[in-house]
């Protein structure tokens, strides 16, 4: 709306017409004039006033009509009949067809045009003020849309990168068998695992729990198996040891962690099986619940406590070996499966846990359905279970 | 079941309410419809938010005088403060009758259309006055209508005196 408002007066009898100009141009307004309705509707197109006085009874096109074709081009402008006592059965029709007001000819009193014309004005800024909030309010929901859509894309992105980064399952390889179940909570798990072969008897394996989620936990992923893969690499073209050495591989991992600033730190357990020699070497930064070694007989927990990863400048890790003859299974787990399991105690938790693996020595498909864990609607927690089983 | 309804709408500047069926002191469930009509008027006398008035009696079929009452304080509120008479629509011979029996001819503008100026209309927001408001609004209701012309003033004379002295009492 102009300031100061610009109003058309539609009217054929030029007195009238006059006297409501002068006026209205004497109280501050713009005013325009047509002296029938066809000028009227031209003036409407080329001036777009803010306000239209219109009488009804005019040759050519009137005021029925015109307002016809001002309710279609222009909605929310407003319309003040101006008519003769003679025509109020057109006056309820103008009602009917959205006039905003009526005033009789003639007009004894200027103050009541000045009262109506201030009164619609006052009504037709507030529509448009609210027009406006609402145009305001479709745009920065699109906006947040479009960045929300975006964000989900970036995460979708994220969340298939970390899923190609599992290995296959279940992997037997030798008389070794790697199997593994992830249920992630939320759209993007923090949980992760791997296992490889090193040379001819070793194999590596490794789970983690980065703290967090989303697309930033993903990139940890990603580093994590860059870092083992490079250090794999080193170990077969410069027999480079590291890859062999859990304790090293953790303290490199850490450092490279705090060195980026990534504001993530992981637990994690890693290990590396000699088949040849009998032996399990592993070293666990603060992966809980500890992972549950069963030597066939009874299942007990690996309990190695250390720092996370990626938390402490220069934290230091030491590996612990553990020998076997016969067949055994490794079983690691994420903290989420703690939150399922039917107790408020974090040691009757443990209990249950290592009661679950001695009842049977389960597999892991197995160990999902005792546990139950699929059977939750929604977990709070990413849930991993990661299991090494040498038969023979 | 033909009980009095006032429902309203509001087109720019104008204020528009249609009187259906029997708008009857006597009717049942007219003294609600009339209870809610005043607080409806109370409210928009006190928002002053709009210019003009329109009473939508086409459909109305019976209009006792505590509506007329309320009608008249209308009219005068609308001449008052924005130099206008109220427009009546009426196509009701009988409600023309009773109109022009209180004089409402010379202070409104009447207006034989059939047509309802606005389709879409809502219903007055339901009032509950206790027996000392309802008689209040009979009373002032009357005072309005005598306040018209010295035949109106016969006609309720009595009325209006039985009211005050209830009124009086009840104070």
Known sequence: ??????????????????????????????????????????????????????????????????????????????FIVVSGTGDMRDVI???????????????????????????????ARLIQQNQRYHEELVATNRRLQQSLQQLQEDETAARNIQFQLLPQHPWAVDDLVFDYFIR?????????????????????????????????????????????SRLLNEYREFKIQTVLLPDRVLSLINDAIVERQFNKYLTMFYAVVDTAAGIVKYCNAGHFPYPIYHDGHAARFLEDR????????????????????????????????????????????????????????????????TLGLTQQDQVPDDITLLQLRKGG | MDTGNVLYARQGNVVVLRFVGKLGFAESGSRSTTAA????????????????????????????????????????????????????????ENIDRILESVGFDRVFVMVHEAASPCPDMIALPAANDSDREWISTVLTAHQELCRLNERNYATFKCLVEMLEKETAAAI
């Not at chain 1, 005033?103 to 004894?108: A, D, G, T, V, Y």
């Not at chain 1, 759209?187 to 001819?200: E, N, T």
């Not at chain 1, 039917?342 to 197995?366: C, F, H, Q, T, Y």
């Open chain 2, 37 to 92: 009509l005043n607080a409806f008027l109370k409210q928009l006398f006190e928002a002053k938010d709009f210019e003009n008035i329109l009473l939508d009696l086409t459909e109305a079929t019976s209009i006792d005088s505590t509506t007329l009452g309320l009608m008249a304080k209308i009219t005068k509120f609308s001449m008052e403060h924005f130099g206008r008479k109220t427009m009546i629509l009426s196509m009701n």
């Open chain 1, 306 to 369: 250390n720092l996370p990863v990626g938390l402490f400048d220069g934290s230091t890790y030491a590996t612990k070996e553990l020998a076997f003859q016969g067949p055994f299974t490794l079983t690691m787990f994420s903290d989420g499966v703690l939150e399922v399991l039917p107790s408020d105690l974090i040691p009757e938790k443990e209990a249950l846990l290592l009661s679950r693996m001695n009842a049977g020595d389960p597999d892991v498909e197995m160990l999902v359905e």
């Open chain 1, 1 to 78: 709306m102009r300031n100061p408002p610009r109003i058309l007066s539609i009217e054929d009898e030029a007195t009238v017409r006059r006297s409501m100009m002068v006026y209205l141009s004497d109280s501050g307004y713009e005013v325009l004039e047509a002296e029938n309705g066809r000028i009227g509707l031209e003036r409407i197109l080329t001036d777009q006033p803010d306000l239209i006085l219109c009488d009804l009874r005019m040759p050519e096109v009137d005021g029925l009509k015109v307002l016809d074709e001002v309710k279609r081009l222009m909605p929310d402008t407003p």
């Open chain 1, 93 to 123: 029709q103008a009602l009917r067809l959205g006039a905003w007001d009526y005033l009789m000819k003639p007009i004894e009193d200027m103050g009541v045009l000045d009262h109506a014309v201030t009164r619609a004005l006052q009504q």
């Open chain 1, 184 to 228: 992630t909570s939320a759209f993007l798990s923090g949980d992760f695992l791997d296992y490889f072969r090193i040379d001819d008897s070793r194999l590596g394996l490794y789970v983690a729990d980065v703290s967090g989620h989303g697309a930033s936990s993903a990139f940890v992923t990603v580093l994590l198996k860059s870092t083992v």
